[in-house]
Protein backbone atom coordinates (compact mmCIF):
# COMPACT_ATOMS: atom_id res chain seq x y z
CA UNK A 1 0.00 0.00 0.00
CA UNK A 2 1.39 3.62 -0.44
CA UNK A 3 2.85 5.82 2.22
CA UNK A 4 0.58 6.73 5.31
CA UNK A 5 0.08 10.48 3.15
CA UNK A 6 0.20 9.28 -0.18
CA UNK A 7 -3.75 9.61 -2.13
CA UNK A 8 -4.99 5.19 -2.31
CA UNK A 9 -5.53 4.81 -6.51
CA UNK A 10 -7.95 2.18 -8.18
CA UNK A 11 -4.49 0.57 -8.41
CA UNK A 12 -4.26 -0.43 -4.82
CA UNK A 13 -7.43 -1.40 -4.19
CA UNK A 14 -7.39 -3.90 -7.21
CA UNK A 15 -3.83 -4.90 -5.91
CA UNK A 16 -4.97 -5.46 -2.41
CA UNK A 17 -7.99 -7.56 -3.44
CA UNK A 18 -6.86 -9.28 -6.00
CA UNK A 19 -9.44 -7.88 -9.00
CA UNK A 20 -8.27 -6.17 -11.86
CA UNK A 21 -8.33 -1.99 -12.01
CA UNK A 22 -11.82 -2.60 -14.16
CA UNK A 23 -13.22 -4.00 -12.45
CA UNK A 24 -12.61 -1.54 -8.96
CA UNK A 25 -13.78 1.02 -11.11
CA UNK A 26 -17.10 -0.45 -12.69
CA UNK A 27 -18.03 -1.60 -8.46
CA UNK A 28 -17.34 2.08 -7.57
CA UNK A 29 -19.72 3.03 -10.02
CA UNK A 30 -22.06 0.57 -8.68
CA UNK A 31 -22.13 -1.57 -12.11
CA UNK A 32 -24.62 -4.53 -12.16
CA UNK A 33 -21.26 -6.22 -14.22
CA UNK A 34 -20.24 -6.64 -11.27
CA UNK A 35 -21.90 -9.41 -7.88
CA UNK A 36 -23.38 -7.20 -5.29
CA UNK A 37 -21.06 -9.49 -2.88
CA UNK A 38 -17.69 -8.01 -4.76
CA UNK A 39 -19.54 -4.25 -5.14
CA UNK A 40 -19.88 -4.43 -1.14
CA UNK A 41 -16.07 -5.34 -0.78
CA UNK A 42 -14.55 -3.03 -3.03
CA UNK A 43 -16.78 -0.10 -2.00
CA UNK A 44 -16.54 -0.63 1.63
CA UNK A 45 -12.37 -1.43 1.31
CA UNK A 46 -12.09 2.40 -0.71
CA UNK A 47 -14.14 4.04 2.29
CA UNK A 48 -12.18 2.98 5.26
CA UNK A 49 -8.86 4.02 3.28
CA UNK A 50 -10.36 7.13 2.36
CA UNK A 51 -9.92 6.63 -1.43
CA UNK A 52 -10.89 9.48 -3.58
CA UNK A 53 -11.53 9.64 -7.34
CA UNK A 54 -9.04 11.44 -9.31
CA UNK A 55 -11.06 13.12 -11.79
CA UNK A 56 -8.24 14.82 -13.81
CA UNK A 57 -7.45 11.06 -14.36
CA UNK A 58 -11.14 10.10 -15.05
CA UNK A 59 -10.84 13.05 -17.92
CA UNK A 60 -7.70 11.53 -19.47
CA UNK A 61 -9.41 7.83 -19.55
CA UNK A 62 -12.17 9.85 -21.82
CA UNK A 63 -9.19 11.30 -23.83
CA UNK A 64 -10.10 14.59 -22.78
CA UNK A 65 -7.19 16.92 -21.01
CA UNK A 66 -9.05 19.25 -18.24
CA UNK A 67 -7.01 21.60 -16.08
CA UNK A 68 -8.41 22.40 -13.02
CA UNK A 69 -7.35 24.89 -10.39
CA UNK A 70 -8.93 24.83 -6.37
CA UNK A 71 -10.36 27.24 -4.79
CA UNK A 72 -11.02 28.20 -1.28
CA UNK A 73 -13.37 30.82 0.20
CA UNK A 74 -14.49 31.03 3.64
CA UNK A 75 -18.29 31.53 2.24
CA UNK A 76 -20.07 32.43 -0.89
CA UNK A 77 -22.79 34.83 0.99
CA UNK A 78 -20.34 37.51 0.40
CA UNK A 79 -20.51 39.73 -2.41
CA UNK A 80 -16.58 40.42 -2.36
CA UNK A 81 -15.43 36.53 -3.31
CA UNK A 82 -18.17 36.31 -5.94
CA UNK A 83 -16.03 39.10 -7.67
CA UNK A 84 -12.94 37.49 -7.15
CA UNK A 85 -14.23 34.08 -8.12
CA UNK A 86 -15.52 36.07 -11.31
CA UNK A 87 -12.00 37.29 -12.43
CA UNK A 88 -10.41 33.74 -11.26
CA UNK A 89 -12.81 32.21 -13.68
CA UNK A 90 -11.90 34.79 -16.69
CA UNK A 91 -8.43 34.37 -16.12
CA UNK A 92 -8.30 30.02 -16.17
CA UNK A 93 -10.53 30.26 -19.49
CA UNK A 94 -7.52 32.61 -21.17
CA UNK A 95 -5.51 29.30 -20.43
CA UNK A 96 -7.96 26.66 -20.77
CA UNK A 97 -8.66 25.90 -17.37
CA UNK A 98 -11.39 25.60 -15.07
CA UNK A 99 -12.19 25.94 -11.27
CA UNK A 100 -13.93 23.94 -8.78
CA UNK A 101 -14.50 26.02 -5.70
CA UNK A 102 -15.31 24.78 -1.93
CA UNK A 103 -16.32 26.98 1.12
CA UNK A 104 -14.15 26.61 4.04
CA UNK A 105 -17.43 27.75 6.35
CA UNK A 106 -14.73 29.63 8.54
CA UNK A 107 -13.82 26.45 9.70
CA UNK A 108 -10.05 25.36 10.27
CA UNK A 109 -10.64 22.00 9.56
CA UNK A 110 -12.90 21.88 6.73
CA UNK A 111 -10.24 23.65 5.32
CA UNK A 112 -7.77 21.09 5.71
CA UNK A 113 -10.00 18.71 4.50
CA UNK A 114 -10.63 20.74 1.48
CA UNK A 115 -6.94 21.29 0.74
CA UNK A 116 -6.95 17.11 0.97
CA UNK A 117 -9.44 16.29 -1.59
CA UNK A 118 -8.39 18.96 -3.68
CA UNK A 119 -4.69 17.86 -3.66
CA UNK A 120 -5.99 13.98 -4.20
CA UNK A 121 -7.78 15.26 -7.52
CA UNK A 122 -4.90 16.61 -8.36
CA UNK A 123 -5.65 19.74 -9.16
CA UNK A 124 -3.03 22.13 -11.16
CA UNK A 125 -2.93 24.43 -8.06
CA UNK A 126 -4.82 26.31 -4.89
CA UNK A 127 -5.89 29.46 -4.69
CA UNK A 128 -7.16 30.28 -1.21
CA UNK A 129 -8.32 32.96 1.63
CA UNK A 130 -8.03 31.12 4.44
CA UNK A 131 -10.31 30.28 7.82
CA UNK A 132 -10.85 33.18 10.23
CA UNK A 133 -9.47 31.21 13.13
CA UNK A 134 -6.85 29.10 11.02
CA UNK A 135 -3.48 29.42 13.19
CA UNK A 136 -1.44 26.29 12.09
CA UNK A 137 -0.32 26.42 8.40
CA UNK A 138 0.81 22.51 8.13
CA UNK A 139 -2.17 21.73 5.61
CA UNK A 140 -0.54 24.21 3.43
CA UNK A 141 3.13 23.52 4.20
CA UNK A 142 2.18 19.76 2.98
CA UNK A 143 0.86 21.10 -0.01
CA UNK A 144 4.10 23.41 -0.72
CA UNK A 145 6.28 20.51 0.04
CA UNK A 146 4.36 18.07 -2.46
CA UNK A 147 5.16 20.99 -5.01
CA UNK A 148 1.35 21.99 -5.64
CA UNK A 149 1.33 25.72 -6.52
CA UNK A 150 -0.34 28.00 -3.71
CA UNK A 151 -1.73 31.38 -3.75
CA UNK A 152 -3.30 33.31 -0.95
CA UNK A 153 -5.86 36.29 -2.17
CA UNK A 154 -7.25 38.59 0.61
CA UNK A 155 -6.94 36.90 3.72
CA UNK A 156 -3.15 35.73 3.51
CA UNK A 157 -1.38 33.50 5.86
CA UNK A 158 0.94 35.26 7.81
CA UNK A 159 2.83 32.56 9.16
CA UNK A 160 4.39 31.72 5.71
CA UNK A 161 6.22 33.31 2.77
CA UNK A 162 3.84 32.63 0.11
CA UNK A 163 2.45 33.91 -2.76
CA UNK A 164 -0.57 36.49 -2.23
CA UNK A 165 -2.88 38.88 -4.00
CA UNK A 166 -4.32 41.62 -1.41
CA UNK A 167 -5.87 44.86 -1.58
CA UNK A 168 -4.11 47.76 -0.09
CA UNK A 169 -6.44 47.34 3.09
CA UNK A 170 -4.61 49.99 4.77
CA UNK A 171 -4.54 53.17 2.30
CA UNK A 172 -8.50 51.78 1.57
CA UNK A 173 -9.23 52.00 4.99
CA UNK A 174 -6.53 55.44 5.99
CA UNK A 175 -7.97 57.22 3.06
CA UNK A 176 -11.96 56.55 4.32
CA UNK A 177 -11.58 58.00 7.30
CA UNK A 178 -9.29 61.01 6.37
CA UNK A 179 -12.40 61.99 4.22
CA UNK A 180 -14.71 61.82 6.86
CA UNK A 181 -12.40 63.92 9.14
CA UNK A 182 -12.20 66.45 6.47
CA UNK A 183 -16.16 66.50 6.28
CA UNK A 184 -15.88 67.65 10.27
CA UNK A 185 -16.41 64.47 11.85
CA UNK A 186 -14.24 64.27 15.06
CA UNK A 187 -15.28 60.97 16.84
CA UNK A 188 -15.11 58.28 14.84
CA UNK A 189 -15.99 54.90 15.57
CA UNK A 190 -14.44 51.79 14.11
CA UNK A 191 -16.60 48.43 13.77
CA UNK A 192 -13.87 45.69 12.89
CA UNK A 193 -13.48 41.76 12.86
CA UNK A 194 -11.12 39.26 14.47
CA UNK A 195 -7.78 40.61 14.29
CA UNK A 196 -6.16 37.25 13.38
CA UNK A 197 -6.46 38.31 10.60
CA UNK A 198 -3.91 40.69 8.54
CA UNK A 199 -7.04 42.75 6.68
CA UNK A 200 -8.67 43.24 10.23
CA UNK A 201 -5.16 44.71 11.69
CA UNK A 202 -4.48 46.63 8.23
CA UNK A 203 -7.85 48.27 8.47
CA UNK A 204 -8.06 49.00 11.69
CA UNK A 205 -4.47 51.09 11.68
CA UNK A 206 -5.34 52.80 8.73
CA UNK A 207 -8.30 54.00 10.88
CA UNK A 208 -6.00 54.43 13.98
CA UNK A 209 -3.21 56.79 11.96
CA UNK A 210 -5.71 58.58 9.84
CA UNK A 211 -7.16 59.76 13.56
CA UNK A 212 -3.91 60.54 14.68
CA UNK A 213 -2.29 62.34 11.73
CA UNK A 214 -5.57 65.01 12.28
CA UNK A 215 -4.59 65.21 15.76
CA UNK A 216 -7.67 62.93 17.03
CA UNK A 217 -7.11 60.62 20.23
CA UNK A 218 -8.15 56.96 18.54
CA UNK A 219 -8.71 56.18 22.45
CA UNK A 220 -11.40 58.65 22.65
CA UNK A 221 -13.46 57.04 20.15
CA UNK A 222 -15.39 53.89 19.89
CA UNK A 223 -14.01 50.48 18.78
CA UNK A 224 -16.36 47.24 18.72
CA UNK A 225 -15.32 43.60 17.21
CA UNK A 226 -18.63 43.57 14.84
CA UNK A 227 -18.27 41.95 11.57
CA UNK A 228 -21.73 41.49 10.59
CA UNK A 229 -25.38 43.28 9.84
CA UNK A 230 -27.23 41.17 12.65
CA UNK A 231 -24.66 42.41 15.25
CA UNK A 232 -24.44 45.98 14.11
CA UNK A 233 -27.67 46.18 14.96
CA UNK A 234 -27.58 44.39 17.78
CA UNK A 235 -24.67 46.77 19.48
CA UNK A 236 -25.42 49.97 17.98
CA UNK A 237 -27.94 51.15 20.07
CA UNK A 238 -26.06 51.31 23.05
CA UNK A 239 -23.42 52.96 20.99
CA UNK A 240 -25.51 55.52 19.96
CA UNK A 241 -27.10 56.46 23.43
CA UNK A 242 -23.85 57.33 24.65
CA UNK A 243 -24.02 60.85 26.07
CA UNK A 244 -20.79 61.64 23.45
CA UNK A 245 -21.83 59.17 20.52
CA UNK A 246 -19.62 59.03 17.33
CA UNK A 247 -20.66 61.44 14.56
CA UNK A 248 -19.19 58.75 12.02
CA UNK A 249 -18.73 54.93 11.54
CA UNK A 250 -15.94 53.53 9.74
CA UNK A 251 -17.17 50.25 9.28
CA UNK A 252 -14.49 46.92 8.04
CA UNK A 253 -17.31 46.12 5.68
CA UNK A 254 -20.32 46.80 3.62
CA UNK A 255 -23.04 44.51 5.29
CA UNK A 256 -22.19 45.98 8.69
CA UNK A 257 -21.85 49.63 7.58
CA UNK A 258 -25.66 48.75 6.74
CA UNK A 259 -26.15 47.75 9.63
CA UNK A 260 -25.38 51.16 11.29
CA UNK A 261 -27.39 53.00 9.05
CA UNK A 262 -30.42 51.13 9.49
CA UNK A 263 -30.38 51.00 13.34
CA UNK A 264 -29.34 54.92 13.25
CA UNK A 265 -32.37 55.38 11.46
CA UNK A 266 -34.79 53.17 13.41
CA UNK A 267 -33.43 55.43 16.32
CA UNK A 268 -34.66 58.63 14.67
CA UNK A 269 -31.12 59.60 13.34
CA UNK A 270 -30.79 60.73 9.70
CA UNK A 271 -28.04 59.87 7.46
CA UNK A 272 -25.90 61.64 7.06
CA UNK A 273 -26.94 65.07 8.54
CA UNK A 274 -26.34 63.71 11.92
CA UNK A 275 -24.38 60.28 11.38
CA UNK A 276 -21.94 59.39 8.79
CA UNK A 277 -21.39 56.06 7.81
CA UNK A 278 -18.65 54.44 5.72
CA UNK A 279 -17.93 50.88 4.87
CA UNK A 280 -15.70 48.44 2.70
CA UNK A 281 -16.07 46.44 -0.11
CA UNK A 282 -19.09 48.33 -2.66
CA UNK A 283 -21.13 45.31 -3.13
CA UNK A 284 -24.42 45.78 -4.55
CA UNK A 285 -25.76 46.19 -1.50
CA UNK A 286 -24.29 49.70 -1.14
CA UNK A 287 -26.70 51.09 -3.57
CA UNK A 288 -29.13 49.66 -2.55
CA UNK A 289 -29.80 51.29 0.41
CA UNK A 290 -30.86 54.50 1.84
CA UNK A 291 -29.04 56.63 1.45
CA UNK A 292 -26.60 54.77 -0.94
CA UNK A 293 -23.77 53.33 1.07
CA UNK A 294 -20.49 55.55 0.67
CA UNK A 295 -17.59 52.66 0.95
CA UNK A 296 -13.57 51.45 -0.14
CA UNK A 297 -14.26 49.66 -3.66
CA UNK A 298 -12.19 46.63 -3.27
CA UNK A 299 -12.17 45.83 -6.78
CA UNK A 300 -12.06 41.64 -6.19
CA UNK A 301 -12.26 40.54 -9.91
CA UNK A 302 -8.89 42.52 -10.41
CA UNK A 303 -7.29 40.31 -7.34
CA UNK A 304 -9.30 36.94 -8.48
CA UNK A 305 -7.78 37.56 -12.10
CA UNK A 306 -4.24 38.79 -10.58
CA UNK A 307 -4.10 35.57 -8.35
CA UNK A 308 -5.22 33.44 -11.23
CA UNK A 309 -2.49 34.83 -13.19
CA UNK A 310 0.33 33.87 -10.73
CA UNK A 311 -0.68 30.77 -10.32
CA UNK A 312 -1.54 29.54 -13.64
CA UNK A 313 2.00 30.91 -14.45
CA UNK A 314 3.47 28.60 -11.92
CA UNK A 315 1.66 25.64 -12.98
CA UNK A 316 3.00 25.99 -16.73
CA UNK A 317 6.46 26.61 -15.91
CA UNK A 318 6.69 30.43 -16.73
CA UNK A 319 7.23 31.51 -12.85
CA UNK A 320 9.64 29.41 -10.89
CA UNK A 321 7.52 27.57 -7.91
CA UNK A 322 9.85 28.66 -5.37
CA UNK A 323 9.40 32.36 -6.43
CA UNK A 324 7.53 34.38 -4.17
CA UNK A 325 5.01 36.68 -6.17
CA UNK A 326 3.33 39.34 -3.84
CA UNK A 327 0.94 41.85 -5.13
CA UNK A 328 -1.26 44.65 -4.15
CA UNK A 329 -4.21 45.99 -5.91
CA UNK A 330 -5.10 49.42 -5.30
CA UNK A 331 -8.42 50.75 -3.58
CA UNK A 332 -10.65 53.63 -4.19
CA UNK A 333 -13.14 55.76 -2.27
CA UNK A 334 -16.44 55.94 -3.65
CA UNK A 335 -18.17 58.66 -2.40
CA UNK A 336 -22.09 58.23 -1.91
CA UNK A 337 -25.37 59.69 -0.06
CA UNK A 338 -24.35 58.15 3.39
CA UNK A 339 -21.58 60.92 4.26
CA UNK A 340 -21.55 64.34 4.24
Same mark, same amino acid.
Request: hydrophobic share 35%; charged share 30%; net charge positive.
Given at each position: ?17 ? @? ?52 ? @? ?26 ? @? ?136 ? @? ?101
Amino acid at each position: MPEKNTPITMKDIARELK @VSVATVSRALKNSPRISAKRRDEIRRYAEEHNFSPNIIAESLRNRRVIKVIGVI @VPQFTHFYFSSVLSGIEEEADKYGYRIL @VAQSLEQYDREVEVCRSFYENKVCGILVSQAINTSKYDHFTDLINKNVPLVFFDRICTGMNTCRVVVDDYMGAFSAVEYLIKTGCRHIAYYGSSMNLEISKNRYNGWHDALRKHGIDPDSCVKRFCDNREHAERITPE @VLNMEDRPDAFFAVNDDTAIGIMYTAKHMGLRIPEDISVCGFTNGQRAIACDPMLTTVEQNGKEVGRQAASILIGKAEGRIPLDKIEKRVVRTRLVVRGSTK
